[in-house]
């Protein structure tokens, strides 16, 4: 591959990376759309009912006027499958997507939301040490998927190291974290959840589960779902039916003397956004 070839394919990532970014900012996916129109319709509460109208319109503005949904733009979480034997080494491809990123801050835009840890100095543009957080996997084609976290809802999220035996309290678990979350994340919220594995991969796992589709549900994420909701938080912690629109769950095999449990919380905007390079 020629340098131009190079340049080229730099360029198609940076692009799908920009317009994968707008597109999670601006437009919310079908499911959770669709899951924001039955809390709507079946809530009786008057507040709540009120505040999922409030919700409704604020989506339908959004994509009226080309702007994020919501002010906190979220640091992004990157997701890419890149084919075996790809042309871009993985230091390029990390680095077109971060000029992407670059760009998506002054177009979208979004807020420059990446500071230093202790000293709080902002960077300007989204971008840092570690940020954005970049996950790469192997696909049959190269794709980019772009999950936008907010801080109200990243900063209620928990982490668990239970023991073997409380195998049957993991549900108790994560409706805990929901009630001592309260109203701060947004709700109704989206829970993502992970099972096993170790401390850092049921981290990952559970914000991995974000990206699920929500419009099912097995029976064990459904008796989750439905003690949250019997929490009576509601829409934006003012009470109401709905607490949580769903509750996602990804596992893996773990120690056999641990039990490494994460939830990582969602608010009603479930942003994300999934792009081909190059389609």
Request: proline share 8%; hydrophobic share 40%.
């Amino acid at each position: 591959m020629n340098a131009r070839e190079e340049q080229t394919l730099r360029k198609a990532v940076s692009d799908a990376t920009c317009a994968c970014i707008h597109e999670a900012e601006v437009f919310l996916p079908p499911d959770v759309k669709a899951a924001i129109d039955v809390a709507y319709e079946s809530e009786i509460d008057p507040v709540a009912r009120g505040e999922l109208a409030n919700i409704r319109a604020n989506i339908q503005e959004a994509e009226r006027m080309n702007l994020p949904l919501c002010q906190d733009t979220g640091i992004a979480v990157i997701y890419m499958t890149v084919p075996h034997c790809y042309p871009l080494a993985e230091a390029d491809l990390r680095e077109a997507v971060c000029d992407g990123v670059r760009r998506a801050t002054l177009s979208v835009p979004l807020r420059p939301n990446a500071v230093h840890p202790l000293s709080r100095q902002n960077s300007g543009d989204n971008i840092g040490a570690g940020l954005p957080p970049i996950h790469i996997s192997e696909g049959p084609e190269l794709t980019i998927t772009v999950l936008p976290k907010g801080a109200g809802s990243e900063n209620v999220s928990r982490i668990g190291m239970l023991l073997p035996s409380q195998v049957n309290e993991i549900p108790a678990f994560i409706v805990e974290t929901v009630l001592l979350a309260g109203g701060r994340p947004c709700p109704p919220v989206v829970v993502g959840v992970g099972i096993g594995g170790t401390f850092d991969l049921a981290a990952s796992l559970a914000k991995e589960a974000l990206l699920l589709p929500i419009d099912s549900m097995d029976t064990y994420e459904t008796e989750i779902c439905t003690a949250i909701n019997n929490l009576g938080i509601g829409p934006m912690g003012l009470g109401g039916s709905t607490t949580a629109l769903a509750v996602k769950v990804k596992k893996a095999h773990c120690h056999t003397a641990s039990l490494p449990v994460a939830v990582n919380i969602q608010c009603w905007a479930c942003r994300r956004a999934t792009r081909k390079v190059g389609a």
